[in-house]
């Protein structure tokens, strides 16, 4: 993440490590409500298992996720996208909701809550 930004990516409080944001962008030339949408969302959640690997903790360790959608339309390719992640894996508590304007023009945001213990 550039030095540039006014965040950081995870804090840690205790057990618990709040993750910022990470958008999903769909890659150029590709239609933002069928694959292009599909890899905005991996392209967020492999940033967020970035952010857990580098502080020792795996999909295994969120316990809260909150999805900001662009589009409430795109819930189901969402869910579609996501559910991979946690295979194997108890589901974490979640809430999603559309938000127009996400930053950079990305069509989603996943926020993620994760406990070390």
Excluded at 9 to 22: K, T
Excluded at 35 to 41: I, L
Aim: glycine content about 12%; overall charge neutral.
């Amino acid at each position: 993440m550039p030095a540039t930004l006014p965040f950081s990516p995870a804090v840690r409080v205790g057990d618990i490590l709040f993750m910022s944001g990470q958008i999903g962008q769909v890659p150029e030339g590709m239609d933002r409500h069928t694959v292009g949408f599909d890899a905005a969302v991996q392209g967020a959640m492999d940033s967020i298992g970035k952010v857990l690997k580098d502080n020792g903790l795996n999909f295994g360790h969120v316990v809260k996720c909150t999805v900001m959608l662009d589009d409430m339309a795109d819930w189901p390719r969402f869910n579609a996208a996501y559910l991979p992640y946690f295979k194997g894996k108890r589901l974490p508590a979640r809430s999603a909701f559309g938000a127009d304007g996400l930053a950079l023009g990305a069509p989603l945001e996943v926020e993620c809550i994760a406990a070390f213990k």
